[in-house]
């Protein structure tokens, strides 16, 4: 396996449940059943690690929170991306699936599409049992007859409730929203889906058409799903892309929800220059889950900077 003649050990499956500690400085990783000897630290566990979170912040590692965006995935024909994207070269055969980048929304409360995936497909990405989460994803082919993206409203941390609440109060932000969809969703992961006509009329929708999303969808209210704040941001969004791009406002294409995971709700302080943590020599956070990415470039460039650093004082 890569890397193993340098002495890399690889350890699948096997979580961190805490750090040892000794003198301000990171001395092991307690993993189930033992701890690994560890000098040196990377904390790298992308955006979804509540476990580690719950329990970074009572060992007295330095989080804080970070704002966030969340909102629903959006599923339209590509070919109807493509007619607004192409014109009448819609269909040509050397043209790829279109893409789309929309932003809409006043500078404090911003409304933008995200990830957007063409010829995609709408996919679960919950990871905790009473959640639903939905995510994009393209095959390199791009094949699907379905466009999706996210479409987000900017959250900042005073949204996730009062200071006292702590530096998690995100999660909980989240985790609200996420159970929400489940349980409009009504279980097996099937997700909580509007069709955007009745979504912008404020009616629950009766039917559903097609989508990619293969767990199954759920005719529902989002404004039921979504914090008020969040549903409303949406809907005006929507209505300022619609004033244009009118035909992006298809009555029957679906809001999917809940694309809550769109980066982490934390960031791990660290040194601007060394990237240690203030409350922990030797821990270095690094890439989504410590809030200093958003995406696969940024987080293997951050994990790149890291590394230097390490290799610069070692
Ligand atoms: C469906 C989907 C599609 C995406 N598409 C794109 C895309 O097209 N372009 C893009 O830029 N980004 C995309 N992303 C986002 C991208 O995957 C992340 O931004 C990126 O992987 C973050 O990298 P990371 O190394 O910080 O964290 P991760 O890649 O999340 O890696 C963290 C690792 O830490 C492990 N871990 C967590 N907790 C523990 C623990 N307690 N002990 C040990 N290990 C632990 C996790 O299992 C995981 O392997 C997509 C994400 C999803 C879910």
């Known amino acids: 396996m890569l890397f193993r003649s340098l002495g890399v050990d690889y350890r699948f499956g096997v979580a961190a ?128 007859p379905f466009a999706n993206a996210g479409l987000v409203v900017s959250v900042g941390v005073d949204d996730f409730g009062p200071l006292g609440a702590g530096p998690l109060a995100g999660v909980g932000f989240q985790r609200d929203i996420e159970r929400a969809a489940f349980r409009a969703g009504g279980g097996r992961f099937r997700a909580p889906a509007q069709r955007l006509g009745d979504f912008l009329a404020g009616r629950a929708s009766d039917s559903l058409g097609a989508s990619s999303y293969r767990p199954g969808l759920t005719p529902a209210d989002l404004s039921a799903v979504l914090p008020p704040f969040v549903a409303e941001a949406l809907r005006k969004g929507l209505r300022q892309i619609g004033a244009r791009l009118p035909a992006f406002l298809l009555s029957d294409a679906l809001l999917i929800a809940a694309e809550t995971r769109t980066s982490a709700p934390v960031r791990f302080l660290r040194d601007p220059v060394t990237l240690v943590s203030p409350s922990l020599g030797g821990l270095y956070p690094c890439g989504e889950g410590a809030g200093y990415a958003g995406g696969i470039v940024s987080a293997a460039l951050d994990g790149a900077r890291v590394a230097e650093r390490i290799l610069a004082t070692a």
């Open 17 to 144: 449940t805490g750090l040892h500690t000794e003198g301000g400085r990171v001395r092991a990783v307690r993993v189930d059943g033992g701890e690994i000897p560890a000098e040196v630290v990377v904390l790298a566990v992308g955006h979804s690690a509540r476990a580690v979170y719950e329990w970074a912040v009572p060992a007295g590692i330095a989080v804080v929170r970070k704002p966030i965006a969340v909102g629903v995935r959006i599923e339209h024909p590509q070919r109807l991306i493509d007619e607004i994207q192409y014109g009448d070269a819609a269909g040509h055969p050397n043209l790829p699936p279109a893409f789309y980048e929309l932003t809409a929304g006043a500078p404090e409360r911003g409304v933008y599409s995200f990830c957007m995936c063409p010829g995609g497909w709408i996919v679960p990405a919950s990871t905790e049992p009473e959640g639903v989460v939905v995510n994009g994803m393209s095959l390199s082919r791009r094949d699907s």
